[in-house]
């Protein structure tokens, strides 16, 4: 886990040199990015689209701030709003897209995970994780995922969502409640 005096570095460098710094930003946050993102979005590829963009937007955000600005950025938070209203434009465009995609579930055009045992096993644990996530609300599942798989503190959350920091600690306490629930109820109906 970094410092609080190293995002300030990274920060200042940002400000001094866009070009040299951006690398570090990427090394910094892509990592935790992809996780988190990987959970909000309905695929791999998908998700490395989504965090691609996100770093792409940051950048060419980055290089129409004044060095100031770039010094008082709060990084983790700002590169998640970004990701997160990148995540939310591709979920309209996928609700838009559901006749196309049916069609081609239908056709047997769809793609498929390799067929690996590991790929498999893989693929469907990150099933039933993903049917998991997604019962749970939108709010619920943001906050969960920022808190427990990205790591991230309540205020930076309740900061990237725009929602207070008591309902964001609602939100994820309500999210995992849910879990717990509905894991739970798969446990009884597999006896």
């Not at 950025?73 to 970004?82: F, G």
């Not at 690996?116 to 049917?131: L, N, P, Y």
Request: net charge positive; hydrophobic share 40%.
């Amino acid at each position: 886990m970094t410092t609080r005096a190293a995002p300030r570095r990274l920060n200042a460098r940002l400000a001094r040199d866009l070009d040299d710094a951006f690398p570090t930003l990427v090394e910094e946050f892509a990592d935790g990015l992809y996780s988190g993102v990987r959970r909000l979005a309905p695929g791999r590829a998908d998700a490395e689209d989504l965090v691609q963009e996100t770093f792409l937007r940051a950048y060419r955000a980055l290089g129409s701030y004044g060095p100031e600005r770039i010094r008082s950025l709060k990084l983790s938070p700002w590169l998640w709003t970004i990701a997160l209203n990148l995540c939310r434009s591709a979920a309209r465009r996928r609700a838009r897209r559901v006749t196309e995609v049916a069609l081609e579930a239908a056709s047997g055009t769809a793609t498929s995970p390799d067929d690996t045992a590991a790929d498999a096993v893989t693929a469907s644990m990150e099933a039933v994780w993903r049917r998991r996530l997604d019962a749970l609300s939108t709010a619920q599942r943001t906050a969960v995922v920022l808190r427990h798989v990205v790591d991230l503190p309540y205020a930076d959350i309740a900061e990237v969502t725009g929602r207070p920091v008591g309902t964001t600690k609602a939100d994820v306490h309500r999210g995992i409640e849910q879990l717990r629930r509905l894991m739970a109820d798969e446990h009884t109906d597999q006896e």
